[in-house]
């Protein structure tokens, strides 16, 4: 929850010059998001979203991220979408930051989850990477192989700090990924955060995806995988493989997984909770007492990790 | 800028339920208020504030504080409208706190207002006070000469922390005040903390006040004098007295003030600059380093306080 820059209604109408938004009536700063500042506008047109992209946000990265969504919602997956600027250009500058105008979406995230949730969420996860299928911009996965090596070198020698044993656990972790990692998967644009509170419905059905500001390009069954590890477990820790099963269904009643995808479930699935280990455990050691921020517990994905280390094959995730 | 509660979409649908609202679409937390929870609501019919009432607003006040804004608004004053639940009651319950569903209004806040704004500004508070006029329940003015020697009381002994000479100043001044306070002007409901953050506009035309929650009985007056020194000095400290005229001119256009009351104004001005400076030496002294809260600093209403006593009659305030 933040909002990190204030603006006032001079900067503000300033920069809705160069768009066609209709007359500004009122703007507030909304407490979502933890990357970006986020204000709702109503203009006596419509409500519209206004993001100012504060530093952990690469804005070279900016045209593969508003692309996406508008490539996205033109293919009729509900996704917040960019207003271009009378130039044509998806966004601007406001307050020394790039900022851009996108279209408000009505929904709400589940604090509580079903598995008939899960259904939906991989249906319309699915949806999203056939849609993706043709966005030609690139953008690599930050946070692959790659990425964990360079975050454990920054953490390894601390780890043990949190719980003893832990240096030598996630070493060896490491290597065998490394080792077993797949190659030939079926790749394309993935959302790669696609927690509960980026999903949203309306009742029980799905509204709207968001947040696409991990997006990237990788391993579609990966994609799935995160889900597995963000929906699918709960607060006691157990593997609900009910919501398992109904998010794989639910995926695989639009795209089909191949049996390579299958087979390397479990492992992308470790993979995945290694990765939301590693930020967590790099944020925990390094974020100053007293911040702000909320520090989210590397510890339960450790969990997750170990549980999926047990596991021999998919069908313990409910695959028939 | 706060949520200082969150709430799920469970509780909330379940709150909603005593109200005639619509379909919930969407909620989101927003960073204004600094003493209560707010969220801005989207059903299928309406937008709406849901304020959440944190503990320094006494619920025994809030039939008051909800009740005036239903009746000025009735008189219509455009400030928000609180939605009656089924029941008629003004407000319920949501995760153990008192909570109200306000209409949401249009307008941003100045964060540069110019004379002709403060011209609109005195006419719409001289139309409250008129609307007010009726309004059949009382709250007395917590923040008035026997809450200021409270909070002296509280605060004096380490007043030369923050200024050396702070102790004796303040304690006579207080006197002075005790001392001549009017007893015979004008009373009705004041709003008591017409800031410019409580004042939307839409262009140059103002589209209503909010943030009700310091109204109480007092003199109509006083709350003219809280408005000269929230509107009319400038950031270096200089009185603005082009403002100050127009702010006079606006509210006397609508309700002219009576000999006395412009007699009194020099020694209002004085007083209201003297609870603001007590209240923000309160809190200087008492927020802990780090907390979230912004402390705002003391010495700028001794500055107004000081200039006010050199006042000798309101035609230094622009009054012909």
Redesign the interface.
């Known amino acids: 929850?933040a909002?990190y820059t204030d603006i006032?209604?001079?900067e503000l109408k300033d920069f809705l010059q160069a768009y066609d938004a209709g007359t500004?009536?009122?703007?507030?700063?909304?407490?979502?998001g933890v990357e970006n500042s986020n204000f709702?506008l109503?203009t006596d047109r419509f409500?519209l979203i206004l993001t100012l992209y504060e530093k952990r946000v690469d804005e070279n990265d900016l045209p593969f991220y508003l692309g996406l969504m508008q490539h996205l919602a033109e293919r009729g997956i509900s996704c917040p979408l960019p207003l271009p600027r009378s130039d044509g250009a998806l966004y601007g500058e406001l307050c020394g930051r790039p900022a851009a105008l996108i279209s408000f979406?009505?929904?709400?995230w589940?604090?509580?989850s079903e598995a008939k949730h899960c259904r939906e969420l991989g249906a319309a996860l699915a949806r999203m990477h056939i849609a993706g299928h043709d966005f030609d911009i690139r953008r690599e996965n930050a946070l692959s192989l790659k990425g964990w090596v360079d975050l454990w070198d920054k953490s390894a020698a601390r780890a043990d700090e949190v719980q003893p044993g832990l240096e030598n656990e996630i070493t060896d972790e490491l290597a065998l990924l490394e080792d077993r990692w797949p190659v030939d998967l079926p790749e394309g644009v993935i959302h790669a955060d696609l927690f509960p509170d980026n999903v949203?419905f309306?009742g029980d059905e799905l509204s709207g995806l968001i947040d696409f500001y991990f997006a990237c390009n990788d391993f579609l069954a990966y994609d799935l995988a995160i889900c597995l590890n963000a929906w699918c477990f709960e607060k006691d820790g157990a593997f609900n493989v009910t919501k398992a099963r109904a998010l794989i269904e639910g995926y695989q009643s639009v795209r089909p997984l191949n049996a390579a995808e299958i087979e390397a479930l479990p492992l992308l699935a470790r993979g995945s909770a290694l990765r939301f280990f590693l930020t967590r455990l790099y944020d925990w050691l390094t974020t100053p007492e007293?911040a702000?921020v909320v520090k989210k517990d590397p510890l339960e994905y450790l969990r997750y990790l170990r549980f999926h280390r047990s596991v021999k094959s998919a069908g313990e995730y409910g695959l028939s």
């Open positions: 929850m909002v006032n209604e001079v500004l009536l009122s703007f507030k700063g909304i407490a979502e709702l109503h409500p979406l009505e929904g709400m589940l604090r509580k949203f309306i007293g702000l």
